[in-house]
């Protein structure tokens, strides 16, 4: 992937957002205006639920707008507006060509541009979290990624480029199968394939290593529901990651450690992506660690680590 283009952005004041339905669990504004204060920046984060497309059509062409008349300094987007929004925009980024989604708008030279950050924030918190088991070991690199909507586009992007083997569940079979097709000539050597999400399907498949979740089941104030299906036992051998940051623990991760086997949320990816789209806006480097610490204080609680298991160490 390429560098991220970055604005170079003399002014002290922004005002950025975030767009998509329902909003009301978001944690961006807090990260992004705990970001403004440490830099020495003012400025706002608001938020604009628009409903889904095409009742929400008008409202999103305008919030859009108002980036490229300079009324919002960026926005960012969430379900279930990644793939909709670039309809709105003047330019796409390379990764937002390849993977038809984006959750970042912002202007550079003059153009609305549509960028992915999900895809680096994704993949280094991944990594890194995976490099606290694996290092020792290499593991079978097949992966399981539940949903195929936006999200999943960037998911599946992040873990083909790292050479992982990727079967994409989805509940939409034919949602799963554009998905493939769209990103199968960008990856000739295959390693890709759709399955339905039902638990007869899964049941089916080699285990994967790794299971993803980039649906929105379990999200708060749903938090009772799990994107895995029920009475299908998680593989004991398998590594879990929620995209879902809000609760810190979903039901999916609360079934996984149970087993036990690792499991993480996706509070590092959120943060991740805020910090890209914020040094994209500004030209200044973002605050980690103090987006890191804001979100462990509204999340109320930190990621809880998993234990190793000595079967793979």
């Known amino acids: ?21 329902p909003l009301a669990h978001s944690l961006s504004p807090a990260l992004h205006d705990a970001a403004l204060a440490a830099t020495g920046l003012e400025g706002s984060y608001d938020l604009f639920p628009i409903s889904p497309l095409p009742d929400g059509f008008d409202d999103l062409a305008a919030l859009v707008n108002r980036v490229h008349t300079g009324q919002l300094d960026g926005l960012n987007v969430t379900i279930p507006h990644k793939q909709s929004v670039l309809q709105f925009v003047e330019e796409c980024s390379p990764a937002v060509k390849r993977v038809g989604a984006a959750n970042v708008i912002y202007r550079l030279n003059g153009h609305l541009v549509a960028e992915n950050t999900d895809i680096p924030a994704f993949k280094e918190d991944l990594n890194t979290w995976l490099s606290d088991f694996t290092s020792e070991f290499l593991p079978p690199r097949r992966a399981l990624v539940l949903g195929a909507g936006g999200a ?17 569940a989805a509940r939409n079979l034919q949602q799963a199968v554009d998905l493939c097709a769209s990103l199968s000539p960008y990856y000739p050597t295959g390693g890709l394939d759709t399955t339905t999400l039902t ?28 994107p895995w299906p029920d009475g299908l036992a998680l593989p004991e051998t398998s590594f879990v990651y929620d995209l879902v940051y809000n609760p810190a623990e979903t039901a999916l991760v609360k079934a996984a450690r149970a087993v ?33 610490r804001v979100f462990d204080q509204k999340a109320g609680l930190a990621e809880k680590p998993s234990s190793k298991r000595g079967s793979l160490l």
Do not use: C
């Open 1 to 21: 992937m390429r560098i991220l283009e970055v604005n170079r952005v003399d002014k002290k004041t922004f005002h950025f957002g975030l767009t998509g339905y």
């Open 260 to 292: 036990p086997i690792p499991a993480l949320s996706g509070g590092g990816m959120l943060i991740g992506q805020a910090a890209l789209a914020f040094t994209l806006w500004t030209g200044r480097p973002a605050p980690k660690q103090v987006m890191r």
């Open 199 to 226: 638990a007869p399907a899964l049941k089916k498949l080699e285990p994967p290593f790794l299971i993803v979740n980039t649906t929105p089941a379990g999200m708060w104030p749903d938090t009772d529901l799990s």
């Open 152 to 168: 999943a586009r960037s998911v599946v992007d992040a873990l083909l480029s790292d050479t992982w083997k990727v079967v994409i």
